[in-house]
């Protein structure tokens, strides 16, 4: 199962050097994804039927190509690292190497292009957020990268419930206290003062906590006798409401209350968040929690849109599982009546997992640990009960979903790990490939027994560069904080492990990660955080292409060779420049 490319030249020099690279998905490539569409369906007779019937049917190559990219190419492809090369038809590679092998492939009609740059396999997003970062990329930056203190924080509210008309509501983005220790987080009476005539709503970091004001709570018919729906909390003091409300289950009965976004609105967001993953050198994405924004729905509004005008990223949906006032059950149903069934869509569009929260956010303090926070009593608590957890996860394998179950504590590892132990066995050998995301805090037993489990990890790896010192220092102390993020354990364990942006958690940016994996510094003082976990530039490389595109279903992308897609990205080297930062992707 282990699957450790040694890395081409090129492609070490690509990962050493994020800081300096300018990536992008090429307008060719983006061209070349609709063309998939068309070609592998007029030669569905000739493909090659893969393992998973119905998933990544490749061509078989024709022998003339209508693009030959010419060039350095660093394929990911450990038997033939580097080409010249690259031959394309219909969509798909049908010759890469040498400019000398590759002649009998062209004729007249072929076009020849020489990108300027590195030209490498398209990156692979395994976990992000369309619809929940759509909703509010319009919103004010509330992030530690605009506001370096909480006072800034509460200014930039204060300053835009001044601008807004009375009654409409004042919104913030990427609040995240967990940067300001020592400070409290953004209450309802904190908001209430700021803001009496308007109501406020501001979403944390993490994406995981929303902070309310009475007007807004009030307006989303919400108040003390309100019940925590299975999943999510209203945070309460003395058995009062005080603003803060964990997960999603709770968050969506509050979004509720907002001005619903026009499918115009919709769709524009859409665009702005695939454009600037392609600029990022994405090429295929997994929406992480798909439904969380227009329900079913979504699925057909990706289809929509992709038919109107192609989509310039692939994305693959993640239904999610919980959603408030319906069972588990009520909400596969309403997945399966809309048609989003295991693997329906096609080349871009496509439906492959079940969704399940298990904890909330470790920043936020509401992941769930075996040893309590620093400075607390507790380790957080699970959202589900055992009863519920195994209700959703039956639900989703009864359906044959891959289950894509969010675990950010060591408790929360445990909690699901123990469930699937007792639940996969009972159904048989289907190749789902589960996946535990963020998988944040493990232990090396937790390791080996999701590796024989049949589950992998998708780090959030700037977890380590941003709230590394964090975790360290205030939230969890310097021995936890070293179990953070464990790529190279994970690898050891023979498992393939991916690394995902979260977005909008942390900015869509595969080789910043790929970089924070190698590296693990901290952004607050340079330090490393357990280089014992550093993975290998080849390792990281592997964990944003070939194994981000295994943990999506998508065996025909992740290195450029013979019979895969040719998903592609340019990168270009700008000496000097600073790494990239977190925050809002511009559009
Ligand atoms: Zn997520």
């Known amino acids: 199962m282990t699957k450790v490319a040694p890395a081409p030249a090129d492609a070490r020099t690509s990962v050493t050097h994020t800081t300096t690279c300018n990536c992008s998905a090429h307008p060719i490539t983006r061209a070349h994804l609709g063309a998939t569409i068309t070609a592998s369906a007029a030669r569905s007779t000739s493909a090659i039927e893969p393992a998973h019937h119905g998933r990544d049917r490749l061509s078989v190559a024709p022998s003339r190509a209508e693009l030959l990219v010419v060039g350095q190419i660093s394929t990911n492809d450990p038997w033939n690292p580097t080409a010249e090369a ?33 030209i490498i396999p398209g990156l692979v997003e395994p976990h992000m957020h369309i619809w929940t970062s759509l909703l509010n990329l319009s919103w004010p930056d509330l992030s530690h990268e605009a506001c370096p203190t909480f006072d800034a924080a509460v200014q930039v509210v204060k300053d835009t419930a001044a601008k807004t008309p009375n009654g409409q509501f ?85 979004f509720g209350a907002l001005p619903k976004p026009t499918q115009q609105d919709i769709a524009n967001g859409i665009t702005q968040i695939l454009n600037a993953a392609a600029r990022r050198g994405v090429t295929s994405l997994r929406e992480a929690a798909t439904g969380t924004l227009a329900g079913v729905g979504e699925v057909a509004l990706l289809h929509q849109l992709n038919g109107a005008a192609r989509l310039p990223v692939r994305v693959s949906t993640a239904q999610f599982s919980l959603v408030p006032g319906k069972t588990p059950g009520q909400v596969a149903a309403a997945w399966a009546e809309a048609g989003v069934t295991p693997f329906s869509g096609d080349e871009m569009v496509r439906a492959d997992a079940w969704k399940v929260v298990t904890d909330g956010s470790n920043q936020g303090r509401s992941g769930y640990f075996m040893q309590p926070y620093l400075g607390e009593v507790s380790g957080g608590k699970a959202n589900l009960t055992p009863e519920q957890l195994r209700e959703v996860f039956s639900v989703g394998l009864d359906a044959g979903w891959q289950l894509m179950v969010h675990t950010n504590g060591d408790a929360a590892v445990e909690f699901a790990l123990t469930a699937m132990e007792e639940l996969l066995p009972s159904y048989g050998g289907a190749d789902l490939r589960h996946r535990f995301e963020h998988a944040s805090f493990t232990t090396d037993d937790q390791l080996t027994r999701m590796a024989a489990a049949g589950i992998s990890p998708s780090f959030l790896m700037n977890h380590v560069y941003y709230w590394g010192a964090a975790f360290r220092d205030s939230i969890l102390g310097p021995s936890r904080a070293d179990r953070l993020d464990r790529v190279a354990s994970a690898y050891a364990a023979g498992m393939l492990p991916s690394l995902h942006s979260d977005y909008n958690v942390s900015e869509i940016n595969p080789l910043l990660s790929a970089r924070t994996a190698v590296l693990r510094n901290l952004e607050a003082d340079g330090s490393v955080l357990n280089a014992a976990e550093c993975a290998t530039p080849a390792q990281a490389l592997a964990a944003i292409t070939t194994n981000a595109a295994w943990q999506i279903h998508a065996d025909d992308r992740g290195s450029l060779e013979v019979g895969k897609r040719a998903d592609w990205a340019v990168c270009r080297r700008t000496h000097g420049r600073p790494m990239p930062r977190v925050g809002p992707i511009s559009p």
């Not at 010759?95 to 300027?116: F, H, N, V």
């Not at 919104?171 to 409290?184: A, I, M, R, W």
């Open 170 to 254: 004042v919104l913030g983005k990427l609040f995240d206290p967990s940067l300001y220790p020592g400070e409290p987080v953004l209450t309802r009476a904190i908001l209430d003062q700021v803001s009496p005539d308007n109501p406020v709503l501001v979403m944390n970091a993490s994406m995981h906590y929303l902070y309310a004001n009475s007007a807004a709570l009030a307006a989303a018919g919400v108040d003390d006798a309100t019940l925590d729906p299975p999943g999510g909390t209203f945070g309460r003091v003395d058995g009062k409401l005080n603003g803060v409300i964990g997960e999603a289950p709770a968050m969506l009965m509050v």
């Open 86 to 118: 690259m031959a394309i038809s219909g969509g798909s590679i049908i010759g890469i190497g040498s400019i000398a092998e590759l002649e009998g492939l062209t004729d007249a009609s072929t076009t020849t292009i020489k990108p300027d740059g590195v």
